[in-house]
């Protein structure tokens, strides 16, 4: 076997922005060496409408990364979001068939395969198979059951599917420039295994990432994703809505939302105005602040209940001890988390990236592209059933010769 | 025990989906990095069987003397040439032609240089030499073919007669009969010049060595008694002159049927063999069907026909003056036309 460092690509395809790092595996420990970043054009709601605008940005920051990395990429871990997916819940049962009771693997292997069978409709496939903890005999068991004893298994998947014609644009994109997805990687789950600590995992925690066109939330609950979902709105909606209701252009708007914006209403004088530039010069005018934080906190207000909505009996507060951690660039309104504290009643705070993540990517917008490139490497082992593309003799002779 | 196994449905999964390599629809960063792709991997196989050759050497270089393939034969003489050839020349004059170095390995001959000594001898008109390892060596020769022969002084040499090709080349010629050396004609009218250490080939020789070609084949009785064959107007009139050896001169013309003319001679001759008082001096065979002859002095009877001469009447006299004209009357044959006539239809 080769002892070249394997170089993988974490990609993001979002809607306002498009993030490419480049992690450097050696087997035992990841290290980021490399970062690109280019605004997003021809992406809406995390679904790819004009392939070429799309297929350039992507490209141009992949370029980026490699050539701050020094090192050509060997394969993509690709962050999936997107208003098409959707997940559903298959739970499976097996008696045990030992006469004894002692549960083996192919016990898990049968009870496993029947909870991850279900047919999807036409022109779907499937994303990921999320699996929640084993029970035995309704005893819960977070890790594998094996030589456990009990009469009866039962496991449940939270099976994530997509339009399969939305994920194959995903995959041309980057197969466009001769790179291959190794994994598709949702990037609720990508963002939840990086502002989360396993401790709340264990307690129960959701996690919400915020981002430009998507609202993505992951629901942990024994340790484990429990419920997953993506919301076809996020911090572009707040934006169309000052732009709406202040009458100004995308740009303008966006502005003000980055200066002015806020999830909750603070400001008390009514008659508070704020300039749009502060330069007073030629279209400079102002506008009420507690408008502004009306519209955004109004809107903010609403995405939040729609991912409560969404979620329905799976979110309690009593199963979710550890609150709420917001995570994305929408994140950074202020007052989100008290948001999202009154919206679900359960304690909530910003995301912090690990303290292994370089001071230039702490920014909340970057942790789906960190948690991609964690979970591409880390979180295959177990939970997913492992890639069937492994490299050949060819394949692995040829980068002896190393990158270009 | 019967191992029943579910009928689970089937579920696709995104790794269904096909993510094929379309450099039409790739960036241009794509295609380079698609071109850098396919160039490593031509690496790894050059590369790769560099590698396999090499090592394929060492393992070679490393082998038992004994073991190895055989090398190639060195030092082994050639044996005696064979010698293939259309003609007379014998292997002895191929071994004093080649003058192979004693002890001479086949690798060591220079087959151009062979060949080229071969083909300084005039009467070889094409060689071939070729190697057969581990010693053999096979010389393939076409030879010249006489058809006439030249007196010529060559240097300080005696004169001798040479031997003239078809093509005109002159040679010495080795290894021919001398019968059917004697039977050649002479040439006449021609100009030799000297060429290294014999002569530069005649020119119009072609005409000539077909009408001896044609004599010799069809009629061979008149092919015997020629002696000279002359070309000295074959430039100027197209004329061939063959001096037969009872002092005839025959004229054929090279613009003319060779056999047509041979025909002609041939019945002229019959014709005038009836009469033995009179012998043919000369026939010109190149006007077409009007074959003027002219005829020698009457011959002087014979023994038996002394007496009956002297005094008979079945041998009238003829005047001095007619019986011996300055130029003997000419002439003409009128039946021989039809041999020109063409055919009725």
Not at chain 1, 24 to 29: R, S
Not at chain 1, 149 to 172: F, K, M, S
Not at chain 1, 244 to 255: E, F, I, S, V, W
């Amino acid at each position: 076997m080769s002892s070249r460092p394997t170089f993988i690509g974490a990609v993001e395809i979002g809607t306002s922005k498009i993030t490419v790092l480049v992690g450097q595996h050696t087997g035992t420990q990841m290290v980021i060496i490399g970062y690109g970043e280019c605004a997003s054009r021809g992406v809406t709601k995390g679904a790819v409408d004009d392939y070429k605008a799309a297929t350039e940005c992507t490209h141009h920051a992949i370029e980026l990364a490699e050539r701050e990395a020094g090192e050509r990429l060997d394969c993509v871990y690709l962050a999936q979001t997107g208003a098409h997916l959707e997940g559903f819940h298959n739970e499976a049962s097996v008696n045990v068939k030992a006469a004894d009771n002692l549960i083996n693997r192919a016990d898990i292997r049968t009870v496993c395969e029947l909870a991850m069978a279900k047919e999807l409709p036409a022109g779907r496939s499937v994303v990921d198979h999320i699996r929640r903890p084993f029970r035995v005999d309704g005893r819960v068991v977070p890790t594998s059951p094996e030589n456990l004893v009990g009469q009866r298994l039962d496991v449940g998947y939270w099976t994530v599917h997509g339009q399969e014609q939305r994920i194959a644009d995903h995959l041309n994109v980057i197969r466009g420039f001769n790179l291959e997805v190794r994994e598709l990687v949702l990037s609720s789950l990508a963002s939840g295994y990086v502002v989360t600590l396993p401790e709340e995992r264990q307690n129960g925690v959701l996690v919400i990432d915020l981002g430009g066109g998507t609202t993505d939330f992951a629901l942990y609950r024994h340790g484990g994703p429990h419920t997953t979902g993506v919301l076809a709105a996020g911090g572009a909606h707040l934006t169309n809505d000052l732009a709406l209701g202040l009458r100004l252009t995308q740009g303008q708007a966006d502005k003000l939302k980055l200066r002015f914006g806020r999830a909750v209403v603070q400001t008390r004088d009514k008659g508070e105005k704020v300039w749009l530039d502060g330069t007073f010069s030629i279209g400079d005018r102002p506008f009420l602040r507690q408008s502004i934080e009306q519209i955004t906190a109004a809107r903010s207000w609403e995405i939040l209940e729609v991912v409560k909505k969404k979620l329905g009996q799976s979110f309690s507060a009593e199963t979710c001890a550890a609150g709420v951690v917001l995570t994305g660039g929408t994140a950074k309104l202020p007052g989100i988390a008290e948001c999202a504290a009154k919206v679900f009643g359960v304690q909530a705070r910003l995301g912090e990236a690990p303290p292994w993540v370089a001071a230039n990517l702490r920014d909340p917008g970057y942790h789906t592209a960190i948690g991609v490139l964690y979970e591409g490497i880390h979180g295959e082992s177990g939970r997913r059933a492992p890639s069937g593309r492994r490299p050949g003799l060819l394949r692995n002779f040829t980068r002896l010769f190393g990158s270009a | 025990m019967i191992n029943a196994q579910p009928i689970l449905p089937a579920s696709r999964s995104w790794r269904d989906i096909p993510q094929p390599v379309r450099p039409r629809v790739m960036s241009q960063g794509g295609r380079r990095r698609l071109a850098l792709t396919v160039l490593r991997g031509l690496a790894a196989i050059a590369v790769g069987g560099l590698v396999i050759w090499m090592g394929g050497e060492v393992v070679a270089a490393l082998r038992p003397a004994g073991a190895r393939a055989p090398s190639p034969v060195v030092g082994r003489p050639v044996r005696p040439p064979v010698l293939i050839t259309d003609g007379v020349l014998t292997n002895a004059w191929l071994a004093r032609t080649l003058a192979l170095p004693r002890g001479a390995t086949l690798m060591s001959l220079d087959l151009f240089r062979l060949r080229a000594r071969l083909l300084e001898d005039p009467q070889v008109a094409a060689a071939t030499v070729e190697r057969h390892p581990p010693d053999g060596l096979t010389v393939r020769i076409s030879e010249r073919s006489p058809v006439a022969r030249v007196m010529a002084q060559a240097g300080r040499e005696e004169p001798r007669a040479w031997l003239v090709a078809r093509d005109g080349v002159v040679f010495s010629g080795t290894g021919f009969d001398a019968a059917m050396i004697g039977t050649l004609p002479w040439l006449d009218g021609i100009k030799l010049a000297r060429r290294g250490a014999g002569f530069a080939p005649i020119a119009n020789m072609v005409p000539a060595a077909d009408l001896i070609a044609m004599a010799k084949l069809e009629a061979d009785g008149l092919y015997r008694s020629w002696q000279v064959v002359s070309l000295g107007r074959v430039a100027s009139d197209g004329l061939i002159e063959v001096r037969t050896r009872d002092g005839m001169q025959v004229v054929f013309s090279t613009a003319g049927d060779y056999l047509r003319q041979l025909a002609r001679l041939d019945l002229l001759l019959d014709t005038a063999a009836h009469d033995p008082t009179r012998s043919v001096h000369e026939v010109n065979l190149a006007l077409g069907s009007q074959v003027p002859v002219r005829f020698g002095p009457p011959l002087a009877p014979q023994a038996g026909d002394a007496t009956g001469a002297s005094g008979g009447a079945l041998a009238p006299s003829v005047p001095a003056a007619a019986a011996a004209p300055a130029y003997p009357p000419m002439l003409a044959f009128p039946h021989l036309s039809s041999l020109s006539a063409p055919p009725s239809p």
